[in-house]
């Protein structure tokens, strides 16, 4: 078994478990626990989990159950957003990883509740388990920095008023380094936060971060145009007006740019082992997540 | 002038001024901040933020501009759930303090991102200040249980599902203690967390902050029947189908339980008063918002 295949087989049973079990534990009403588990338990990838752990772990740190929280509470962030992303009022999606979006099965009102009361569970999850109050504030102040208006809510914002207006190169670099970037740029910090590693260290495992969520934002854009419906799970040629690496450089500068992309995130996955003298092992393999041969 | 009128005249453009100059640096998309601003700057009592510094100055202790904003944090969650609350997908208000509600203004989109920015707003300003760590961290579990699908949240959800469903007086409780409830005993806990009051020693104060809480509710549902839109800000009679306690009560028995509840809000302030030796004079000054002689 590859490395990658023992990382995820180790831990996405239990974040998976940890996210449908504690969200009925942390909630009280019936209808609206049901409506978060449905999004949380709709088989995603848990990539933003996974990159925080693979980040604690390059680190040499153990993984106890209280750590496992507060670096799973930014799925319960991103699950927010999807839900919230694919309200009527928003990108009227009714499609999510092939399965009917939170709205279609238990309406807006309750949707737009669900993703109200999981953004307010992720930051119950940074803080209430045993780490020292130093990590907790910090984990709840970066995730909020990460999540608010300027951050992802300021992406989500800049996505739904442009549209039907085209943006330049930088401003649609803004846009995806806030709706996309923020959260996974967090996902990483919080294993650095968690990890103890002060903020002077972290300045390559953060290039890694920001180049990672580049790449994810241009190989959606990417996929979107050559995937069909089947294997992608939602709707596809969903981003004919949009703002989109392809509808503004073309497919194969897209392709490319993805390509340099990954390649300086490894380059910094490299300095970090050559000059910090971690083991970046896993966040590298988490690069095989972009299947750049098949598109 | 009255002690009240010193503290509000003192306070209140404090907090104002918080609330709208913070949010425009906290945001970095125009229109968002924009959205953010027109809610937060609807003119509302301010009575969350209120009751936090009226708890941290009955305890003796000053406040600086880093307690103000950590207790200013409450009025951004408050309307953020306004916000959403009026949305087309849930309550449908069109005016909110006689004003068009924000989604009139600048549509449902925005005002679904404006109330999830404002939400993470407030768990930044909790955490983005220099206070301690462990004052910062329990700040942002204590309001994210108070927001969360155990508390406001999870009232929010009873209210929608349970509109022309007849709840029992009990469901009826919990219903409020959540929806309402729980964010107004968050915000005399937060000035006690402050102000570095131990658990045990909470225990009076966190009475007066449920009946506060209990009383704002009944207050609203008998102001609903009793009032007309011009005096009120909001349009009125919207309640006729709704669990509320005159729907439930009756209007005199209504009446009875909340001047019953403050009374033994008083009661409460009375006891801390007398065996712990703090002067909560404000807060029972805060509680002249009642105007039990008027309805």
Request: glycine residues 6%; charged residues 20%; hydrophobic residues 40%.
């Amino acid at each position: 078994m590859t490395k990658i295949k023992q990382f995820e087989s180790e831990w996405l049973p239990k974040i998976n478990e940890l996210l449908v079990h504690q969200v009925a534990i942390d909630g009280s009403q019936e209808q609206l626990v049901a409506a978060m588990q449905y999004s949380v338990d709709a088989g995603g990838k848990r990539l933003r989990p996974l990159l925080a752990l693979a980040t604690v772990i390059s680190l040499g740190k153990s993984v106890n159950v209280d750590v496992l929280k507060a670096l799973t509470a930014v799925e319960l962030l991103h699950t927010y957003s999807l839900i919230h992303d694919d309200l009527p009022a928003m990108d009227d999606d009714d499609l999510r990883r092939g399965k009917p979006s939170n709205h279609v099965i238990y309406g807006d009102a309750l949707a737009t509740l669900a993703g109200d009361g999981l953004q307010a569970l992720a930051f119950q999850w940074v803080t209430d388990n045993q780490l020292t109050s130093t990590i907790q504030s910090e984990l709840a102040l970066k995730l909020a920095i990460a999540a608010g208006p300027a951050g992802m809510v300021a992406g989500q914002a800049d996505d739904v008023l442009n549209e039907n207006n085209p943006l330049t190169a930088d401003q649609l670099r803004v846009l995806h380094e806030n709706k996309t970037g923020a959260l996974i740029h967090y996902a990483v910090e919080s294993g650095l936060i968690v990890g103890d590693i002060k903020p002077s260290d972290r300045q390559q495992y953060l290039r890694f971060a920001d180049d990672y969520g580049l790449a994810f934002q241009i190989y959606d854009d990417v996929l979107d145009v050559v995937s069909n419906e089947q294997t992608l799970g939602k709707p596809v040629h969903q981003d004919a007006d949009k703002n989109t690496y392809p509808n503004l450089f073309g497919l194969a500068e897209s392709k490319r740019l993805l390509k340099a992309t990954i390649a300086d995130g490894l380059a910094a996955l490299d300095q970090i082992q050559k000059s910090q003298g971690y083991d970046p092992e896993i966040l590298r393999a988490l690069c095989g997540y972009f299947k750049i041969e098949e598109i």
